[in-house]
């Protein structure tokens, strides 16, 4: 806990001293006429919750770089379509896997702020969820074991803006939306009850849903540029 906040706490403080070095910045002659040519960020917010995640710039022409994204993603998913009644407190699922995203970027006159359309993949997938159930009839106690996989294809549009700081480090903030096709399966593995297995190999697709959602993406990295010599 002393470690999550003292790591946050110095995040904060670098956020500062980046806004207030920002009207220095734009006097620097040789940043504002020279624009990176290779940058590498990190989001370090993600690292207090065991994600991980790395976004790498290279430039392509003048103010257009193509975006390759790569992160750890992990989250609580609920299991659909278990029908009977639960006695279990939850019925959620630890589903862990990674997020592939692909984008083009496109600076403004200032070389700060950008624009970019990214297409996102993502894959995660949970194993063996015990859920403990009881009969239609309440008549009898069970228990089945789960595995869920989900799927998400999206398209996204994004705003953001970099502030530089001693240099070669910068913040990027940004925002932006766009929708996603999520597909998810539950599949049963298993499935007994009191008096033992009624079936060990009892592999049934339960559940297959599709969903086109709407996404919201927001935040803040910390990175690293290269300019050309």
């Not at 007994?192 to 969903?211: D, I, P, V």
Request: proline share 1%; with cysteine.
């Amino acid at each position: 806990m002393k470690k999550t906040a003292l790591i946050f706490f110095s995040f904060l403080l670098l956020c500062k001293f980046s806004f207030a070095q920002a009207d220095t910045i734009s006097d620097n002659k040789q940043d504002d006429k020279k624009l990176h040519s290779f940058s590498i960020e990190i989001n370090p917010l993600k690292y207090l919750f065991n994600q991980y995640s790395l976004d790498v710039d290279y430039e392509i022409s003048k103010k257009l770089f193509v975006d390759f994204y790569l992160s750890k993603v992990d989250s609580f998913t609920r299991l659909n379509g278990v029908g009977w009644t639960t006695l279990d407190a939850s019925v959620s699922q630890y589903l862990s896997g990674y997020r592939f995203a692909f984008g083009v970027k496109k600076f403004e006159n200032d070389l700060r702020q950008y624009k970019k359309i990214s297409v996102d993949f993502s894959y995660k997938e949970g194993f063996n969820k015990e859920i403990h159930f009881a009969g239609p009839d309440e008549s009898y106690h069970g228990a089945m074991l789960f595995n869920q996989k989900r799927l998400n294809i999206g398209l996204e549009a994004i705003y953001g803006m970099q502030c530089t700081f001693l240099k070669y480090f910068f913040l990027d903030f940004y925002v932006g939306g766009g929708l996603k096709y999520m597909h998810l399966e539950t599949d049963r593995i298993k499935y007994w009850g009191k008096t033992g297995f009624y079936s060990e190999n009892a592999r049934l697709l339960f559940n297959k849903s599709n969903y086109i959602l709407p996404t919201l993406n927001l935040g803040l990295n910390i990175g690293f540029k290269c300019f050309k010599k």
